[in-house]
Nanobody, 123 residues
């Protein structure tokens, strides 16, 4: 199982921004699709965004479209989630994930997970 390490979480007021980072090994990052999930109190884990290994395909949950941007930097083995115009309902633990099976399209199967980073948005 690959090691994924998230960072960048914190407390921010509504309307503010945060950028989450997820560092992975070269073995994992070079050819795996990557994604971000979140789990809010009392809610099930949901997929926020995903990106193909090449970066050519990105998908977003409807709730974050236009506000969040996922990207990846192969030179740094890092995937990012830029979160703008944050809302209190974005409050959750955010998890980085890796998919070793993805080829094309939006059919992802995430298997590796980070430990999570807390994002709290106050009103």
């Amino acid at each position: 199982q690959g090691q994924l390490v998230e960072s960048g979480g914190g407390l921010v007021q509504a309307g503010g921004s945060l950028r989450l980072s997820c560092a992975a090994s070269e073995r994992v990052f070079a050819s795996y699709a990557m994604g971000w999930f979140r789990q809010a109190p009392g809610k099930e884990r949901e997929r926020v965004a995903a990106i193909s290994w090449s970066g050519g395909t990105t998908v977003y949950a409807d709730s974050v479209k236009g506000r969040f941007t996922i990207s990846r930097d192969h030179a740094k083995n890092t995937v990012y989630l830029q979160m703008d115009s944050l809302k209190p309902e974005d409050t959750a633990v955010y998890y980085c994930a890796a998919d070793p099976t993805h080829t094309i399209g939006t059919d992802f199967h995430f298997q590796y997970w980070g430990q999570g980073t807390q994002v709290t948005v106050s009103s």
